[in-house]
Structures are given as structure tokens and as C-alpha cells.
Nanobody
């Protein structure tokens, strides 16, 4: 059974930083593109970052480019999202997800999802 478990969310002031982690089990982690997807209240889910199987290629949404960094450790079956210079508009539930597609910049490409972790940025 595939499990993706996120951690690291919380409440932070604007300008602060958080690091999200996602531990994967039940799948061959290195065979999947991994992504971080967020859903803000009243908004649709959006892919904010994704990383290729080897970690050599990354994608970022324009809204987070230059502030967020996605990385992975295939030996630990873990993907990370370092979030710096956080803004109130980054407030959302952040989901970790796995995709068998090489390029996964839309939510329909992701087959497996975690339960989500709340990130709240106060102004």
C-alpha cells in the first residue's frame, strides 16, 4: 500500500521559512516524479513544484519561483520543500504526490497523494 506522509507544516510570520518533508513507502520511490501541490481556501489545487526521478530536473510555479526549493533523497525515500520568504498568499494545505509521468506539472498526472499539511502565513 502506497503511503505518503507529510510533515513540517505550521504557522509562520510573513517573511519566514518552513521546510516540508514527505516520507514515501509502498512504492519504488526513485521511479516516480514527485510533486508538491497546494490548495488554498476557495481555490483549486495547483502544482507548486515537482522534481524528476533522479532529482536533476525541477519545475516551479511562477508564484513560488525563487522562494521555494524542491529536493529529494532517494536513499531515504523522502522529498522536501524548502519555503523561504513566505507570504500570506502561500497559506494553504500542502500535499505531497507521486506521478509516473516524466513531466508532471498538472494535478491530473499524480496518482498517489498524501493527507496534506497545513501551512499558515500571518501578515
Amino acid at each position: 500500500q502506497v503511503q505518503l506522509v507529510e510533515s513540517g507544516g505550521g504557522l509562520v510570520q510573513a517573511g519566514g521559512s518552513l521546510r516540508l518533508s514527505c516520507a514515501a513507502s509502498g512504492l519504488t520511490f526513485s521511479a516516480y516524479t514527485m510533486g508538491w501541490i497546494r490548495q488554498a481556501p476557495g481555490k483549486e489545487r495547483e502544482v507548486v513544484a515537482s522534481i524528476s526521478r533522479s532529482g536533476g530536473s525541477t519545475y516551479y510555479a511562477d508564484s513560488v519561483k525563487g522562494r521555494f526549493t524542491i529536493s529529494r533523497d532517494n536513499a531515504k525515500n523522502t522529498v522536501y520543500l524548502q519555503m523561504n520568504s513566505l507570504k500570506p498568499e502561500d497559506t494553504a494545505v500542502y500535499y505531497c504526490a507521486a506521478s509516473s509521468w516524466l513531466i508532471s506539472t498538472t494535478i491530473d498526472k499524480y496518482a498517489y497523494w498524501g493527507q496534506g499539511t497545513q501551512v499558515t502565513v500571518s501578515s
